[in-house]
């Protein structure tokens, strides 16, 4: 059974920091990893997808990589401004297609 | 390209009634998912539809619930009768046949069950 655990599970910093969420997972029997990030009240938008293949995925000021061996992806966030500021989920996708999310890092950046 | 459409956004029923939940994923996308996030919880996988057939349903809490995908298009989750432990957001994903392109989350649906 896959677990999905975020550190940490908050966060604040002043803007113009840069942020790095990590999430590690139990089975590393996964075909992709996907981030999403979650607003109050608003559903998951997708940020990246890293296949299991990569190491790596970036788009603009996000940057995240996987290490699957170790059961590990970071997400990091350069420069961050307040529009920054939302729950940031990670979740592998194992066989049968199903994602398994882990608690979320609620992130704050305050202006 | 629309996306993956959820409605109602909100309901808020009484213990016992009945609600319908419904997803349209983007046209094209034989995937459909349910999950939902409890107050407090994750989000857990509920089940996955392909095209109109079942895959895999281990996610769904009992047999109050009762998922359909008529025609393999649009999906509804019944909830009947409804409980107080049902309340919680209720999000709808599609994806394609390959998982190279990933999932495609809806709004999600906000019940609460007073």
């Known amino acids: 059974k896959q677990e999905v655990t975020q550190i940490p599970a908050a966060l604040s910093v002043p803007e113009g920091e840069n942020l790095v969420l990590n999430c590690s997972f139990t089975d590393s029997a996964i075909y992709n990893l996907q981030w999403f990030r979650q607003d109050p009240g608003k559903g998951l938008t997708s940020l990246l997808l890293i296949q299991s293949s990569q190491r790596e995925q970036t788009s603009g000021r996000l940057n995240a990589s996987l290490d699957k061996s170790s059961g590990r992806s970071t997400l990091y966030i350069a420069a961050s401004q307040p529009g920054d500021s939302a729950t940031y989920l990670c979740?592998?996708?194992?066989?049968?297609?199903?994602?398994?999310f882990g608690g979320g890092t609620r992130v704050l950046v305050k202006p | 390209e629309a996306g993956v459409t959820q409605f109602p956004s909100h309901s808020v029923i009484e213990k016992g009634q009945t609600v319908t939940l419904r997803c349209d994923p983007i046209s094209g996308h034989d995937n459909l998912y349910w999950y939902r996030r409890v107050m407090g919880k994750e989000i857990k996988f509920l089940l996955h539809?392909?095209?109109?057939?079942?895959?895999?349903e281990s996610g769904m809490p009992n047999n109050r619930f009762l998922a359909e995908r008529t025609g393999g298009t649009y999906s509804t989750l019944k909830v009947q009768p409804a409980e107080l432990e049902d309340s919680g957001v209720y999000f709808c994903?599609?994806?394609?046949?390959?998982?190279?392109?990933?999932?495609?989350f809806g709004s999600g649906t906000r019940l609460t069950v007073v």
């Open positions: 539809f392909v095209k109109e057939s079942k895959q895999d």
């Open positions: 994903a599609s994806s394609q046949e390959s998982l190279m392109y990933g999932y495609t």
């Open positions: 979740a592998p996708i194992r066989a049968g297609n199903k994602l398994t």
